[in-house]
C-alpha cells in the first residue's frame, strides 16, 4: 500500500513539473515576427492546433484588451476573421491594438475606453458593443485590476474597489450581453487565474474577487442549463499572465513562471470556440485543483516552495 501511495504522490509531482511543450510557433501560420505570428496562413483543418472557422465573421466583445492575454486575444479573434469591440482603461494603448488588428485584417474593430472602477462603465460598454456590431456572440471578460495606488492591500478600501473591478464589472457585463448572446445561442468566454480555485498567501483580497467570479458562473451554468438557454460558459483558468502590472506586482514574492500570452491566448480561444466549460493553462494547473480537494490546508513548507515568504 505504502509503495502504491509514493509512486502515486510521485507521479503527481513528475506531473506537475513536467514541462508544457505546447507551442504555437510550431503549428502553421503561427510564427511570431512582430505581427507576422498571425499574419501567415491559417492553420489547418487536420492540424491539432487548428482553430474552429466559426469565428469568422463572430461578434466579439472582449475587455481587457490593451496589453498581456487581452492584446494576443485581439490578435487572434482578428487574424481569424472576427467583428471586434475592444476595451481597455488606456486610450493610447487600446489605439495601438486596433491598428494592428486592422492591418491583421479584421472586418471591422471598434473601441471605447472604459475604467470598470466605475459602476456606470460596463453598461456603456455593451450598449457601444449592441450599437456597433447589431449583437453578440461571443462576450471575453478578461480584464483585471490590482489594489490601487495609495491603499494597502488587505484594507476594506482596497478590497472595495478589487471586488468592483474583478467581480461585479464581470457580473454586470453578463447580465447586460446575456440577452444578445441567447439570441445568438453564443458564448461567455471568462478568463480568470489558478486563484480563483487555489487560495494563495499574500493575495487576500484579489484572490476573493475570483473566488467569486469562479462560483458565480458555476452557478449561472447551471442555471442556464436549468433553464435550456443554449448559452456557453468557458471558465479559463491562467497562470501569471506576461503583463507588467501581474509580473511587477508579485516580483520577488512568487516563483512561479508567466505563462506566454501567445500560447495562453490560443488556448483561450480553442476552449471558448469548442464551447468547453474550462480551460486550464498550463494543464497542470488542472492538478493543482484537484490536490486541493485533498490537502485543503497544505503545510507551510508546500507554500514555501512557490514564495519567498521574506520578499511577501
Known amino acids: 500500500m505504502k509503495v502504491l501511495l509514493l509512486t502515486g504522490v510521485g507521479a503527481l509531482f513528475f506531473a506537475y513539473y513536467w514541462a508544457d511543450n505546447f507551442d504555437p510557433g510550431k503549428c502553421p501560420g503561427w510564427e511570431r515576427e512582430e505581427l507576422g505570428w498571425l499574419s501567415d496562413a491559417r492553420p489547418q483543418a487536420d492540424d491539432p492546433c487548428s482553430l474552429p472557422a466559426s469565428l469568422q465573421g463572430?461578434?466579439?466583445?472582449?475587455?481587457?484588451?490593451?496589453?498581456?492575454?487581452?492584446?494576443?486575444?485581439?490578435?487572434?479573434?482578428?487574424?481569424?476573421?472576427?467583428?471586434l469591440v475592444l476595451t481597455a482603461h488606456t486610450e493610447a494603448l487600446l489605439q495601438k491594438v486596433v491598428g494592428n488588428c486592422r492591418k491583421l485584417g479584421a472586418p471591422k474593430v471598434f473601441y471605447i475606453a472604459a475604467d470598470m472602477?466605475?459602476?456606470?462603465?460596463?453598461?456603456?460598454?455593451?450598449?457601444?458593443?449592441?450599437?456597433?456590431?447589431?449583437?453578440?456572440?461571443?462576450?471575453?471578460?478578461?480584464?483585471?485590476?490590482?489594489?490601487?495606488?495609495?491603499?494597502?492591500?488587505?484594507?476594506?478600501?482596497?478590497?472595495?474597489w478589487l471586488m468592483q473591478v474583478n467581480f461585479l464589472s464581470y457580473v454586470q457585463l453578463t447580465s447586460l450581453a446575456?440577452?444578445?448572446?441567447?439570441?445568438?445561442?453564443?458564448?461567455?468566454?471568462?478568463?480568470?487565474?489558478?486563484?480563483?480555485?487555489?487560495?494563495?498567501?499574500?493575495?487576500?483580497?484579489?484572490?476573493a474577487a475570483k473566488f467569486a467570479v469562479d462560483s458565480f458562473f458555476a452557478s449561472l451554468r447551471r442555471e442556464l442549463d436549468?433553464?435550456?438557454?443554449?448559452?456557453?460558459?468557458?471558465?479559463?483558468?491562467?497562470?501569471?499572465?506576461?503583463?507588467?502590472s501581474a509580473a511587477e506586482g508579485v516580483r520577488?514574492?512568487?516563483?512561479?513562471?508567466?505563462?506566454?500570452?501567445?500560447?495562453?491566448?490560443?488556448?483561450?480561444?480553442?476552449?471558448?470556440?469548442?464551447?468547453?466549460?474550462?480551460?486550464?493553462?498550463?494543464?497542470?494547473?488542472?492538478?493543482?485543483?484537484l490536490l486541493r480537494g485533498w490537502l485543503p490546508r497544505p503545510r507551510a513548507w508546500f507554500i514555501r516552495q512557490e514564495l519567498n515568504v521574506t520578499a511577501a
Not at 183 to 191: D, N
Open 252 to 289: 520577488g514574492v512568487t516563483r512561479a513562471k508567466a505563462a506566454l500570452g501567445p500560447k495562453a491566448a490560443l488556448a483561450v480561444i480553442r476552449g471558448g470556440a469548442t464551447r468547453a466549460s474550462r480551460v486550464f493553462y498550463p494543464w497542470r494547473f488542472h492538478l493543482l485543483c
Open 58 to 83: 463572430a461578434r466579439v466583445l472582449l475587455t481587457g484588451a490593451s496589453a498581456g492575454v487581452g492584446e494576443e486575444l485581439a490578435y487572434c479573434y482578428a487574424r481569424l476573421g472576427s467583428h
Open 117 to 160: 472602477a466605475s459602476a456606470e462603465v460596463p453598461e456603456r460598454v455593451v450598449r457601444f458593443a449592441l450599437d456597433k456590431l447589431g449583437g453578440l456572440d461571443y462576450l471575453v471578460l478578461n480584464h483585471l485590476g490590482a489594489a490601487p495606488a495609495g491603499t494597502r492591500a488587505r484594507s476594506a478600501q482596497a478590497a472595495r
Open 178 to 207: 446575456l440577452p444578445s448572446l441567447t439570441e445568438s445561442r453564443g458564448s461567455l468566454v471568462v478568463v480568470s487565474s489558478l486563484l480563483g480555485r487555489v487560495p494563495r498567501s499574500f493575495s487576500s483580497p484579489y484572490s
Open 226 to 244: 436549468v433553464q435550456d438557454v443554449n448559452v456557453a460558459i468557458t471558465m479559463c483558468v491562467l497562470g501569471l499572465w506576461d503583463r507588467a
